[in-house]
């Protein structure tokens, strides 16, 4: 018996297992997004610079297709950072 690629039964077919993933990658983004404007907030100038950086380029790495998640996730964590 022969199973579809689209089947259930297919390897890697688990849409369970995929929302899990694409949840923790969501929830990950927001997470560094948090830390890096945690940074930002800091007296220390270096911490500052380093922080900006980092927010800056985390970011920018967010991929588009997450973004509205990620942003949902920045609202639960109480940042001030949202993604366009």
């Known amino acids: 018996m022969k199973t579809s690629a689209t089947s259930p039964s297919a390897p890697g077919w688990d849409p369970v297992s995929k929302r899990i993933k694409r949840w923790q990658s969501v929830r990950?983004?927001?997470?560094?997004?948090?830390?890096?404007?945690?940074l930002w907030s800091?007296?220390?100038r270096f911490l500052q610079?380093?922080?900006?950086?980092?927010?800056?380029?985390?970011?920018?790495?967010v991929p588009p297709k997450l973004r509205r998640r990620v942003n949902l996730w920045l609202e639960?964590?109480?940042?001030?950072?949202?993604?366009?």
């Open 28 to 38: 990950t983004w927001a997470w560094l997004i948090r830390e890096a404007e945690a």
């Open 42 to 44: 800091e007296d220390a």
């Open 49 to 61: 610079r380093l922080g900006a950086a980092e927010l800056l380029q985390v970011v920018q790495e």
């Open 76 to 84: 639960r964590f109480h940042v001030v950072t949202r993604l366009q």
